[in-house]
């Protein structure tokens, strides 16, 4: 008898644990049209202010020389690269936002069905699934925040490759010449520069911040 109200008892906590978790707005839910809008007008706008800052920061690591007296006839150099910024960016952040809520959403659903409903060829009792239960949103968080990473870093590697050549640049030059001429001399792998380096620094914070982002909506 203990052990038939054990099991209830466990089911109960299971259902009450998934529909506290899944209580969340979820991707399907959201409304894309003001997330992304919303989203891309402050990244445009705060990536405009600080731009010549980058600039700045790029030329003093590269050692590249840049004028000290800031006026109207020198003041686009601190705008060198903006444009692909803008352009490339904006989708990389899309491409980002996209696919960690997607495949946060699907991670979790899978792992819970496999969880509450086991195959009965598992050969482990479906109260002790359950106890998994607590480590579905960081594990599919984690998941889908290193895919995330990943996927963005395709859009946002060739981007810096290409702008912060146009920033150190003795003379302006605009973003379609610097691509022709990185793929007449190094290929299409020029623009993937340390691409693997990027991965490794990006896959860690996209993993904590999603977990920690829906850390906090659960609180």
């Known amino acids: 008898m203990s052990a038939i109200k054990s099991a209830t008892t466990a089911g109960v906590d299971a259902r009450t644990y998934v529909a506290k978790e899944t209580s969340n707005t979820s991707w399907s839910d ?3 049209t003001r997330l992304y809008g919303l989203g891309t007008g402050m990244y445009s706008g705060l990536t405009v202010i600080l731009h010549p800052l980058t600039v700045l920061k790029i030329r003093k690591q590269t050692g590249s020389t840049i004028e000290q007296n800031i006026g109207t006839s020198n003041l686009r150099q601190y705008y060198r690269g903006l444009g692909v910024v803008l352009s490339m960016a904006i989708p990389a952040r899309i491409i980002y936002i996209s696919t960690l809520e997607f495949t946060r959403e699907s991670a979790e659903n899978v792992m819970r069905g496999l969880i509450l409903n ?5 050969p482990v009792r479906r109260e002790e699934m359950q106890s998994l239960l607590p480590l579905v949103a960081p594990f599919s968080g984690g998941l889908a925040g290193g895919i995330a990473a990943f996927s963005s870093q395709v859009v946002v590697v060739p981007m810096d490759v290409i702008s912060q050549k146009q920033m150190v640049a003795e003379h302006t030059i605009s973003a379609k010449e610097v691509t022709q001429s990185i793929i007449s001399s190094e290929g299409w792998k020029g623009l993937f520069r340390g691409f693997g380096l ?8 996209g ?3 999603s977990n920690l982002n829906k850390r906090v909506n659960f609180e």
Do not use: G, I, R
Not at 198 to 205: C, H, I, V, W
């Open 30 to 32: 959201l409304d894309k």
């Open 118 to 122: 086991p195959p009965s060829s598992w």
């Open 198 to 205: 990027s991965l490794f620094t990006s896959l860690p914070a």
């Open 207 to 209: 993993s904590s911040e």
